[in-house]
């Protein structure tokens, strides 16, 4: 175990020196891919390349919302509260691209469906899912970084909240929705060309880098503010405030 | 589908626009924050030498006072 954490620790320590530049690559491959190599959809037209920024967005953002998860319950186990600092990372990055899933599935939703917005279960589950994590952000954001308390009732909000993601994921089986059936892992394998996959794949890589460079960027913003606390506290202390 | 391009830029563009939006934000955070640091630290650094000397005086007027008042 601690063999495994001193390799952690090892490679978190070249973060600033490989994640750039990757997450750089990673979206210039990105947006290449799906403009120029990924084959033009015969009925939806050009417009259907929005797909490669919209499903990667989705599942970074249930990736992010994965770390609030697993995040909340280290804080939870071992009291230790950098694990909030690295949740209120995760559910920033994680609210961010929730954001993203929505406004490019309605910039994408208006030629295809004709709408921008139908209260369809993908839909709403989806704007459930970002007002559940706003609200945890913003409930954190008022509170001490510093307040044990409050952490451990953010946390347990988190790991409730998280319901919601099997919800988005099952809602398009559970009722009759607007937004298509799973046209990427069905039970008979990808219902789409091979160069398609490809290209999302591509996508899902480099959208997935970027979200890990933001979680780690945010992580040390959330660890500054707890110092900054802490130093002000301590300042206030000696001058018997 | 004519005039698909300008929902395939918007698309795009939403992604772009508010991928740099969020890291104008942070950075700006982050800054505040590591300058907010700096500053702490300084004060803290300037606060030692100041409550130390504060506690010498006092120690030594106390030493002054308490033999006139033993005498």
Redo the contacts between chains.
């Keep these: 175990m601690s063999w495994l954490v001193g390799q952690a620790s090892r490679i978190y320590a070249f973060r600033w020196v490989t994640l750039p530049p990757l997450v750089g690559v990673g979206m210039f491959a990105l947006i290449a891919a799906s403009l120029v190599v990924a084959p033009r959809e015969s009925v939806?037209?050009?417009?259907q390349?929005?797909f490669y920024?919209?499903f990667p967005?989705a599942l970074t953002a249930y990736g992010a919302l994965f770390v609030v998860f697993v995040s909340s319950i280290a804080l939870l186990w071992t009291k230790d509260m950098r694990w909030d600092a690295i949740a209120r990372a995760a559910a920033g990055v994680g609210v961010?691209f929730t954001?993203?899933t929505l406004?490019?599935g309605a910039?994408?939703g208006?030629?295809t469906w004709g709408v921008y917005w139908t209260w369809d279960a993908r839909l709403t589950s989806t704007l459930i899912l970002l007002l559940l994590y706003g609200g945890y952000l913003l409930a954190r954001n008022l509170a001490d970084p510093t307040d044990e308390q409050a952490a451990r009732y953010g946390a347990v909000f988190a790991i409730f909240a998280f319901a919601d993601i099997p919800v988005i994921n099952m809602s398009v089986r559970w009722w009759r929705t607007l937004h298509p059936q799973p046209m990427v892992v069905g039970s008979d394998g990808p219902a789409m060309p091979l160069e398609m996959v490809a290209v999302m794949m591509i996508g899902l890589v480099g959208v997935g880098l970027?979200a890990t460079w933001?979680i780690v960027?945010?992580s040390?913003?959330e660890l500054?503010?707890v110092?900054?606390q802490a130093?002000?506290a301590?300042?206030d202390r000696?001058?018997g405030v | 589908m004519e005039g698909q391009l300008e929902y395939l830029f918007a698309g795009f563009a939403v992604f772009w626009a508010g991928l740099l939006v969020y890291l104008v934000w942070l950075q700006a955070r982050l800054r505040a924050l590591q300058a907010e640091v700096r500053r702490l630290e300084e004060r803290l650094a300037e606060e030692v030498p100041v409550a130390e000397a504060t506690a010498a005086t006092r120690s030594a007027s106390a030493a002054r006072v308490a033999p006139e008042g033993g005498a």
């Design positions: 939806e037209g050009e417009v390349r929005v920024i919209h967005s961010l954001a993203f406004g490019t910039i994408w208006r030629p970027l933001l960027l945010r040390e913003t500054l503010g110092r900054t130093l002000r301590r300042l000696r001058m």
